[in-house]
């Protein structure tokens, strides 16, 4: 008996068997790893030991000794090499999110303007698109930073709007508010107005779902959020004032004052991401059958209408995963601050505090892990909405 | 695994595979001298269009590669950024760095380093436009100042403002030193700021030089020298006497055109540094005419320096505290004996 | 009854089809072009306003900054700064050996000019759909032309040519051979992390999953700036990687890892039946990824291994921030130059910065979706 089942069966070597050579292989890549970094690890510590290279964390808590011209949060040069770090943190997240708003508007604007039935708007949008993602970001960024907001006139010289607004090569000056008494009342107002307009659109939506009555829902929104606190705004005695810049020395004293680093860093950004959202957002309109759009027309729904109800929606699940790639990747791109000296984490942590501290390896390691934080997360939030898009398209 | 042998290939392909000897060793081995310098400051380390090298950190690598090679063209110029300049003495890269560095205290006791000697004592100013009429630094309250990243001055900044009444500022932070200097050019910062001689280069690199002046405050203290690796005193002592060579050779008289009249010259101290008497070149692993063919390649310290940033070169920099200590500066040589 | 008794009887009647009208004057020619095109309704009449006016005031503006306000020769740049209005191409000529080759010695140049041409010859052999023998141009590109390159551009005395150090290395050379290297090593790591990431062996698949992802998590700058400064570390004290080294290997590694989600891509598409035939033949693992998937796999994705390569190629413009020449910043360093100082220095070299890059680019995005069109006639049969 046992004859005739190795005759069909006959026995394999163990050197043939594939699970046990698919263990020998993964044996061997984990033995190969472990060396390689036992080594790597074994030459950084002798290296760094022989080079003097700090090797804790105790700089975190030390006294930076330098300043940074944008700080969100408060930052003298006797705040620590750990406060430096959320600072360019905080300055990196802000770029991008700006970036990620200008970014999305104007790559939907361009990518439906690519469809476009007007034929010099589909060729502008393609000429945008094709020129601007054929250049590299860097060249992109170094063009509006020195090419453009450089010369712009000095301080005395500054371009002025409506005697408040000031553009110099010093930046972007803006006036700055100040709440005075009963602005409370103002922000109270504001909340209540965004509260009564969800309630109200919400029972608009109840009535035309079961009478098909529609009501006038955008109008009635805009008067609870913008005409309620603009009322008490009034009825207060208007408790707004504005600081306006004035040229005092070698600038402007008073004012909010954006840095042309900031700008060239947003300008760059959104305008490079958005030909590739434009892109995206082509290619998941396109991907919505015809039929869609041809039976929202044959029953008399306008062409925005249509867009806007028929064709985005369900564009949206083709569009979101490749969406979130291009916002990952500028928050990655936002990096390419330290070329224009906008202090961002890269240029902040990674240039200056790993100068002074010499820390390299612990230093490198923490923007590392920053940025793939940021990347699970996004991916994370990113994968829920797009869940949540998918089950309501069922 | 494949990762591994490819790296480890272009590593054999490319690096510098040193052996595990004394610098000095590794330096005759190699056959040439891996100079650390500025990648481009006049007067310091700056190359022309055809890759030749010039300045004052430059001679001294030449007179270093003259005292070991009696060849001054045996020496590779490693150009330097101000961040990863120490990383490359670390790592070996480079035998000495002649980078414009400052000698401060946690440079030797944290990075490890030495500094072999002060070839140029600087000290930290500001450049600003000539049409502002700002007499004095402390003019320069709510102005915007360009620096370099990862810098001494960086710092020097910071403390100035804060120790004069917390004077609000803002720092406009470059990666490079061409960037700031352009960024100021440009007309986004008010002021410039780095080491005063290096003013002097940058200045230079403007669109209208003397349109622009440096103002008379020093704000710190720069003594500029060579720096090398802790734990090869043999090494260490080479760098640093062939500067004081240099040194003793301007006291001394000794110039690259008469060195070879001084070796019959009488004084002893000149036939002790020229090799003629005794051999004080062993100790240091070389030829007992070491300061002889340093001296014959690029000059005595005064003639580097004038050739450089002084009188003889576009920089136009008055010696000043860099005059031999017998005329008014502090440039002080220990003798050789 | 004849026909022609029919016609005569039937004379009311109309022998030949009327011809068909002209369509209505508001519908044809120019006209009507215009109108269906940027007069169809209201909104698209004021875009079109909008965007032409935008055009007539801009376009003639550009138009006279670069041809004929431009300065097209000049000894140096003291006619750029009196002028003061329009381009100065002068300023590429001159520079123009810098941008291409850095400081690299200018009596050597010929080596590069040899290397850059082999180069061309090769990629055109394997990008020409129709070219012969693939097999061999892609032996002699991707093994034995990297070798010869090295001996060409760095020197050895083995071969009797004089060594070039890496630091005179810069401008398009540099471009190009990051690029290069890049995708030379990037599409074989890449094709092997992405084969890691689909196997069943749970612990290849974790190391390429892990290293795939931590790769794409994080910026290129950052890749940069730990090849430059913790590789050093990681090696044996008296080892130092070359300084252009570096850079590269961190190109390389950020490129594989972008390139293995393409291929992988590109195996998830692939029907199963392939390799399950494959398997049925008897074929091993090995047999069965050289001969039947990955040939398919890696031909469904040229479009895809074509743009991740344009991204690279854009992104070898980072290398400067660790100190490497490339093309860009030889632009940014000539810009700087105080001889040719003047306003629009800066503008003409990005201007002709972002030429390069373009044609580059577009050329080879052309490439690839003239690859896909093909591929896609091909898989219709």
Known sequence: MTDTTTRIAPRVSPWNNPVIRGWIWQFVLLVALLVLTWSAVENAATNMASRGIPTGFDFWNRSAGFDINQTLIPFTNQSTYGQAFWVGLVNTLLVSVIAIVLATIIGFLVGVGRLSKNWIVARLATIYVETLRNIPLLLQLLFWYNAVLKPLPNPRDSLSLFGAIYINNRGLILPEWHWGQGADYVLIALCAGIVAAIVYTLRARRLQAATGQQSPVFFISLGLVVGLPLLVFAVMGAPLSLTVPQ?????????????????????????????????????????????????????????????????????????????????????????????????????????????????????????????????????????????RMTLKER | MKKLILASMLLAGFGAVAASAGTLDQVKQKGFLACGTNPGLPGFAIPDDKGVWSGLDVDLCRGIAAAIFKDASKVKFIPLTAKDRFTALQSGEIDVLSRNGTWTQSREVELGLLFAGVNYYDGQGFMVRKKLNIASAADLGGASVCVQQGTTTELNLSDYFRSHGGVKYEPVVFATADEAIKAYDSGRCDSFTTDVSQLYGERLKLVNPEEHIVLPDIISKEPLGPAVRQGDDQWYNLVKWTHFAMINAEELGITKANVDQKLTAEQPNIRRLLGVEGDYGKGLGLDKDWAYQAIKAVGNYGEIFERNVGADSRLKIKRGLNNLWSNGGIQYAPPVR | MTDQSV????????????????????????????????????????????????????????????????????????????????????????????????????????????????????IAWLLWPDSPRKVIGAFLFFIVYPVVAYFLLHGSPLVGLSVIDTARWGG???????????????????????????????????????????????????????????????????????????????????????????????????????????????????????????????????PGIVSTFIGLFKDTTLVAIVGIFDFLRTVETARLDPAWAGPSISTTGYVFAALFYFVFCFGMSRYSLYMERRLAVGRKH
């Open chain 3, 172 to 302: 398009v050379l540099v471009s190009l051979l990051v690029s290069a290297v890049g995708i030379v090593v990037s599409l074989p790591l890449g094709v092997a992390l992405a084969l890691g990431r689909r196997s069943k062996l749970p612990f290849i698949k974790l190391a390429c999953t892990v290293f795939i992802e931590f790769v794409r998590g994080v910026p290129l700058i950052t890749v940069l700036f730990m090849a430059n400064t913790m590789l050093p570390l990681f090696v044996p004290e008296n080892w130092s990687p070359d300084r252009l080294l570096r850079p590269l290997i961190g190109v390389s590694l950020f490129a594989a890892a972008y390139m293995a989600e393409v291929v992988r891509g590109g195996l998830q598409a692939m029907p199963k039946g392939q390799e399950e035939g494959a398997m049925a033949l008897g074929l091993t693992y090995w047999q069965r990824m050289n001969l039947i998937v990955l040939p398919q796999a890696l031909t469904i994705v040229i």
């Open chain 3, 7 to 122: 016609a005569r009887s039937t004379s009311y009647l109309q022998t030949a089809p009327t011809p068909a009208a002209p369509p209505p004057i508001s519908s044809r020619g120019a006209w009507g072009w215009a109108r269906a095109n940027l007069f169809a309704t209201i909104p698209s009449a004021t875009m079109t306003i909008l965007f032409v006016l935008l055009l007539v005031w801009a376009v003639p503006d550009l138009f006279r900054w670069a041809f004929v306000d431009a300065i097209w020769s000049a000894p140096d740049g003291a006619v750029c700064r009196v002028q003061n209005t329009g381009a100065c191409w002068a300023f590429i000529a001159p520079k123009f050996d810098f941008f291409m080759y850095g400081t690299y010695p200018r009596e050597a140049l010929w080596r590069v000019d040899v290397t850059l041409a082999a180069g061309a010859v090769l």
């Open chain 1, 247 to 387: 040229l005092r020395g070698f600038n402007f004293v008073g004012g909010i004052r954006v840095l042309p680093e900031f700008v060239a860093l947003l300008l760059g950004l959104s305008l490079y991401t958005a030909c590739f959202i434009a892109e995206i957002v082509r290619s998941g309109i396109q991907s919505v059958a015809h039929g869609q759009s041809e039976a929202a027309h044959a029953l008399g729904v306008r062409q925005s209408l249509t867009l806007r109800l028929i064709v985005i929606p369900q564009a949206m699940r083709v569009i979101i995963p490749p969406l979130t790639n291009q916002y990952l990747n500028l928050i990655k791109n936002s990096s390419l601050a330290v070329f224009v000296g906008y202090p961002d984490l890269v240029q902040v942590f990674m240039g200056t505090v790993l100068n002074q501290t010499g820390a390299a390896v612990q230093v490198i390691a923490i923007t590392m892990g920053i940025y793939l934080l940021i990347s699970l997360l996004t991916s994370l939030g990113m994968g829920i909405y797009n869940q």
